[in-house]
């Protein structure tokens, strides 16, 4: 089956510092690919739908300056947060729809970023 | 907006209970609903889905049905097993190219 690979899986980088998480799909090309914020004990948060080759839709209230987003390939995405702060620490969740097929999305397992 | 409601948790039971965990939705038009699946440490997994009215979806013994008349996509099981820990997110998505919308989960715990 369709498998997303994220990585890293955890990461703890010092404040002032940026972190880069890649969103890979193995075995499909996806042109779309979505970013989730997980908080603790809450639902995931839409930050962004990323396009493969064009910019990044954010949702409201998203600093896109903050977390940059780059869909280079068709089966890359990577969200970079820039300057981070301990606020950033959270759960980051990719998913990636198949260009064909249903619409059902396939989730990576996620990256867990701490922020010291 | 499109807006995903399930029933709060934490929901405790013990092994081979019945399992139900509500899900109603708001959409303006004819959405897909799923179900996906958190196991601890994990990333989400697609438990199930229906594209449309009356469709049930069912995987590992889980189902749900797809009921317009009632906005509502309701998980069940007959009898839940330890393994069935986890945090179950119902989910809608209108047809095309559009994210999910999420409800905000529940936490499951079957005990021995």
């Known amino acids: 089956g369709a498998v997303v690979s994220q990585h890293p899986s955890w990461v703890i980088c010092k404040s002032g510092t940026s972190v880069k998480i890649e969103c890979r799909s193995l075995?499909?090309?996806?042109?779309?690919m979505f970013w989730y914020r997980q908080f603790p004990k809450q639902s995931l948060m839409l930050m962004a739908t990323?396009?493969?080759?064009?910019?990044?839709?954010?949702e409201q209230g998203v600093e896109k300056d903050k977390f940059l987003i780059n869909h280079a390939s068709l089966t890359l995405s990577t969200l970079t947060v820039t300057s981070a702060h301990p606020e950033d620490s959270s759960f980051y969740i990719c998913s990636a729809r198949q260009d064909s097929g249903a619409n059902v999305l396939t989730f990576g397992a996620g990256s867990r970023l701490t922020v010291l | 907006g499109d807006s995903v409601t399930q029933m709060e948790g934490p929901v405790t039971l013990s092994e081979e209970a019945c399992l139900t965990i509500?899900?109603?939705?708001?959409?303006?038009?004819?959405?897909?609903l799923f179900w996906y699946v958190q196991y601890p440490g994990e990333g989400l997994q697609l438990l199930l889905k229906a594209t449309k009215a009356d469709d049930k979806g069912s995987n590992k013994g889980f189902e749900a049905t797809y009921r317009k008349e009632t906005t509502s996509f309701h998980l069940e099981k007959g009898s839940v097993q330890v393994s069935d820990s986890a945090v179950y997110f119902c989910a809608l998505s209108d047809q095309g190219n559009t994210p999910l919308v999420f409800g905000k989960g529940t936490r499951l715990s079957v005990i021995a």
């Open positions: 509500n899900c109603t939705y708001t959409a303006t038009g004819y959405p897909s």
């Open positions: 990323s396009n493969e080759g064009s910019k990044a839709t954010y």
């Open positions: 075995d499909f090309q996806a042109t779309t």
